[in-house]
């Protein structure tokens, strides 16, 4: 299984590989999901929300998205199309 850094910053996938942006991992792997947030990287919060498990941490994530975009999505929303985050099985990450 992937780290949550990794997780978090995965752009994409290449096989059974995630491809992981080096350089957000090394300047906000250590932010929380509610930092992240703020922070307005939206994606990113989504991602470690999803990692964590934790229903706090989504409703978080979209009780600052829904501010920044004036929506009003909810839990029960198609929230992985929206951000494109799969929660997939992955054992190797490649950092750029």
Known sequence: M???EDFVFTIGYDGPQAVVDGQAKRRDGVLSTRELAEKGLF???YSSAIYSGNPAELETVLEYYNKAAGTSYTPSSSLDRLFGVFPI???RAIVL
Request: hydrophobic residues 45%.
């Open 2 to 4: 992937l780290s949550r």
């Open 43 to 45: 994606r990113a919060a």
């Open 89 to 91: 099985e992955v054992k």
